[in-house]
């Protein structure tokens, strides 16, 4: 992409730049990333796993349809409109956009080029019904049995930010985002070949906010791309890679039955996990708990002695004492 896409932020928009988590969009990206696996290689454990399981999945092909498009219809990707909200008031979402959102995306994306998307054209209402029941499908199948240590990344990545923000301002945030996104001269730029659109197709464009919102969306199953609405009909949207996205499939060596017996589990766990230090958020993560949980489990932890924390530039790392490497020996 030789020109890169602009979103221009001042004033009230500024101030309403916010995070949320988008259930639906990991659904979504599941079937892109089993149509091509190659471009999301961190998923692979993921694939392995998930590829039996879509003969669970009827009509996931409907889905995979818009993989070969180079843009997917906006109407897909809706922005939350709170911090996490729920599936199923995503799903609504999408079973209640208007039509005319469906039709103008095939005028200016290539005409419908299946059985489907045909229908889809002709009957927007009856597929964004079928296209919203397909994608409840795919997150209880092959989304929902991981979704706790997904939203331990999600949320650990989001806590990070908050505490880039407390350090380097908005700026500091934003290009800390991916590799694709710069801030300069008080708009984002989007400019590479990681990037891919929810609406329009590519051209040189500026994305207008119009005072709305920005939503920054982090996502697992989405690495390594960003992608961003370029057409907003309500808040602007931009989904970016969370860090530590590869825990999410890493296998954990359990803790000691004995271990887990003395301290509650997930505290024998947190003590294996802290064989390197790592922050709040990197260990929600790797358990798949929320980060608050951690803290909570921690602060028990460093009471008795058995956990240390340390500040490191801008993290605070925790790592284990001389007493508990002996209670683990």
Not at 42 to 50: E, Y
Not at 82 to 102: C, D, F, K, Q
Request: aromatic share 6%; net charge neutral; with cysteine.
């Amino acid at each position: 992409m030789a020109n890169p896409i602009r979103i221009p932020i001042a004033g009230t928009e500024m101030a309403r730049v916010r995070f949320a988590i988008s259930p639906v969009y990991e659904a979504l990206q599941a079937v892109d990333v089993l149509v091509e696996p190659g471009k999301h290689a961190v998923h692979l454990p993921w694939v392995r796993w998930a590829r039996p399981l879509l003969a669970q999945v009827p009509d996931v092909e409907i889905l995979s349809g818009f993989t070969g498009r180079a843009v997917r219809p906006g109407v897909l990707v809706p922005p939350p409109d709170v911090h996490m909200p729920a599936l199923e008031e995503e799903l609504e979402t999408i079973r209640t956009a208007e039509s005319w959102r469906v039709r103008r995306y095939f005028e200016n994306n290539g005409m419908p080029s299946d059985r489907f998307q045909r229908e889809f054209y002709d009957d927007p209402p009856a597929g964004l019904a079928r296209l919203a029941d397909v994608l409840r499908r795919v997150f209880d199948v092959l989304v929902a049995p991981h979704w706790p240590r997904m939203i331990g990344v999600l949320e650990a990545d989001i806590a990070y930010r908050a505490r880039v923000l407390a350090d380097g301002g908005v700026a500091a945030v934003f290009d800390d985002l991916h590799h694709d996104v710069r801030w300069s001269d008080s708009e984002l730029r989007l400019h590479g070949p990681g990037i891919s659109e929810a609406v329009w197709p590519f051209a040189a464009k500026e994305v207008v906010l119009e005072g709305r919102s920005l939503v920054l969306s982090p996502t697992v199953l989405g690495w390594p791309n960003i992608c961003v609405a370029t057409k907003p009909v309500t808040a602007g949207l931009l989904h970016y890679p969370a860090r530590a996205v590869a825990t999410v499939w890493e296998t954990r060596r359990p803790a000691p039955d004995a271990l887990a017996a003395l301290l509650g589990r997930t505290r024998a766990e947190l003590l294996v996990q802290l064989a390197a230090p790592g922050t709040t958020g990197e260990l929600a993560g790797r358990l798949g708990v929320t980060a608050g949980a951690v803290s909570q489990h921690l602060g028990v932890l460093r009471g008795a002695g058995l956990v240390a924390t340390r500040r490191d530039g801008r993290a605070v790392l925790h790592l284990r004492t001389e007493r508990a490497e002996a209670l683990l020996g």
